[in-house]
């Protein structure tokens, strides 16, 4: 099977460490990734309830749809994009996340990741996650690639790693 880069690009569902968001536009507007000029013309676009379901399942609750990005921290920016994931998780088969929850407490990454990847396991669809926190890959994990110095140094499931590695309690 051959895909455009178009298809490429929407099959894949991204979520960086530092996620970029126009602050001076509506949480709903960046939620859907469209501006306020576009905002007026959007057709099919997720329902009010659908959006405040995403919020809700980042941990972002408090949220209003109509707020503007600028009264975000910088977790809850991360959380913004985990939120976005989680909505447009039904058009990808894969979700790719750079240190997704690298400024988040861990409350909330326990309560947001445990969504992403309920819903990833519904869908059928593959993670592939970058992360520094040892706890985040084993919990989160099926099978664990440690790079040193930009080459694979180790890769297994997590209890094997850590097993291997129980000198250290780490994975290195």
Known sequence: MSLTKKQLRQSINVVLQNPYFNEN????????GIDQELSKDVKNAASDAELQK???????DQVKLDDRASVLSGGQVQLLALAQ??????????????EPTSHIDAKSQAKVLENLFQVAKEKGQTVLMVAHRLDTAVTYCDDIMVLEQGQLSQFGDPLSLLVKNNDDDSIT
């Open 54 to 60: 995403a919020l809700e399942a980042a941990s972002l």
């Open 85 to 98: 994931a989680i909505l447009n998780q039904n058009d990808a088969s894969m979700l790719l996340l750079d």
């Open 25 to 32: 536009d509506t949480i709903r507007n960046n939620l859907l």
